[in-house]
């Protein structure tokens, strides 16, 4: 088959661009590492941002992102370092990174990178934002541990949160980040303006796009056959490519496509994140609970998840009473109605992506991990019919609880890319 070279090749070559790139990975498999890797490694290296150019009509530029304090000038002979907090719907991560540069001529070399985590995210504190930046403080701590304390002053920290604090209404995401800045400022390291932001979804879905074409060697290579990229979080799912066919550019709404230019070369790509659709948003939507803040009493019913069984949850800091329909229905079937019920009208899709090859990550990769559809640490290469039946497996049991809804979220979000009969869908680790 064709299509399975061209995975096993880019599978490869991922893996070995990875150890290039000397990425010290000593926690849990964390693809997203590798994402805001490029995004403090790009912000370190000038030559390369200065070319990055945003659509105008995009009305974004990637090079907004990054702080303009951050530049090569930083480097010297010795270590510079960087921070970075990515503010996830689930937790809060940080990732600081020291970089060395040997000769001026050079770009500076990822030296290592120290992972740190917390849960839940900022948005579980969105009525508590002085309790929520207290999150930050903890992990700033590891940080004043990683880098010494010679280079606190010059080592820049940014955070930048993704769909928890978009779903948020905008007085609550603002008095967050409003707190979480005062954090950063009384912390001993460099605040470069506009530090603690919330990205945006396109931001999100090209920044992860150009990783993992970096990272899979598609962006200097001469053929240029870059892949697609799956992005299932929390509250947002995104989904980015570069089109190749004509249709599709027209087809496609025009907020979808978004160009810009980098490494010479400009890129026109189709690139959307569904806010709400993230695993868990999509799994209150299913559970009609979104939006309903905290109920105390309510009980969410799903036909999802088995008759008699009732439980508790919480999503961005309000805790669910969920369960099955008691002597109503239950199953594949009726589950898969009121999942679409939930995505009805909402998807796009296109239909080139037949052809396509995705690398999928997050919660495709976690709950692939879990159902053993693929090897934890090394990833595998899945079609998106291997997620339909396990769906059904699962759903046939009947008490597999959560499983229920995360394979149910799948197999509706997957067609975001097109239909059942499809391609193949890469899923790794990093
Ligand atoms: O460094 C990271 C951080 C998160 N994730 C994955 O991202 C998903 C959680 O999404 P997140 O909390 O970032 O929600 P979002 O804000 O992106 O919707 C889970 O599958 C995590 O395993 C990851 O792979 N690496
Ligand atoms: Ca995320």
């Known amino acids: 088959m064709h299509l399975s070279s061209v995975k096993d090749k880019t599978a490869t070559a991922h893996r070995a661009d990875i150890a290039a790139l000397n990425y010290k990975m000593d926690s849990e498999p964390s693809f997203l590492r590798t994402l805001f890797s490029l995004i403090l490694v790009s912000s370190l ?55 060395t540069q040997k000769y001026s001529d050079q770009l500076p070399e990822l030296e290592r990178e120290i992972f740190e985590s917390v849960k839940p995210g900022l948005s579980a504190y969105a009525d508590l934002p002085e309790q ?98 799956l992005d299932l979080g929390g509250a947002s799912t995104q989904i980015t490519f570069l089109p190749q066919s004509e249709e599709t550019l027209e087809q496609s709404p025009l907020d979808f496509i978004t160009s ?17 659709l993230g695993l868990k948003a999509a799994r209150l ?50 589950c898969y109605a009121e999942v679409l019920r939930v995505v009805a009208g909402k998807l796009h899709r296109v239909d080139e992506m037949k052809e396509s090859t995705f690398y999928a990550f997050s919660y495709y990769y976690d709950r692939a ?9 090394t990833g595998g290469i899945l079609e998106v019919r291997d997620f339909e039946r396990k769906a059904i497996e699962v759903t046939s049991g009947c008490a597999r609880l959560f499983y229920f809804l995360f394979v149910i979220t799948w197999k509706a979000l997957l067609p975001v890319a097109h239909s059942s009969a499809w391609t193949s869908v890469t899923s790794l680790p990093y």
Not at 192 to 214: H, K, Q, R
Not at 262 to 274: E, G
Not at 303 to 329: A, D, K, T
Request: hydrophobic share 40%.
């Open 285 to 334: 939507a299913t559970l009609g609970a979104l939006g309903t803040g905290a109920v105390d009493k309510q009980v969410f019913r799903s036909s999802c998840l088995p008759r008699n069984m009732e439980s508790m949850w919480q999503f961005g800091g309000v805790s669910y009473r969920y369960g099955g329909i008691e002597n109503g229905e239950s199953g594949f079937k009726s």
């Open 369 to 377: 991990a879990d159902t053993n559809l693929i090897d934890y640490d």
């Open 132 to 229: 929520g930046a207290e999150t930050i403080r903890g992990l700033l701590e590891v940080a004043k541990n990683a880098v010494p304390s010679s280079h606190w002053r010059k080592t820049p920290v940014v955070l930048k949160a993704t769909a928890g604090l978009r779903l948020l209404p905008e007085k609550k995401a603002l008095a967050l980040l409003s707190e979480v800045k005062d954090i950063l400022e009384e912390s001993p390291f460099l605040v470069p303006d506009n530090s603690v932001s919330i990205m945006n979804g396109t931001y999100e879905g090209i920044l992860a796009w150009i990783t993992v074409n970096f990272l899979t060697g598609q962006l200097y290579s001469q053929s240029k056959q870059t892949v697609g990229i």
């Open 260 to 276: 810009f230019k980098m490494f010479h070369t400009t890129y026109k790509l189709y690139t959307h994140s569904y806010l709400g």
């Open 45 to 99: 290296l000038d030559s390369v941002l200065s070319e990055v150019d945003a659509c105008p009509d995009t009305k974004t530029g990637l090079e907004s992102l990054l702080p303009s304090t951050m530049s090569i000038q930083n480097a010297s002979i010795e270590s510079v370092y960087g921070i970075m907090f990515d503010a996830g719907s689930t937790g809060t991560r940080i990732h600081i990174y020291s970089f």
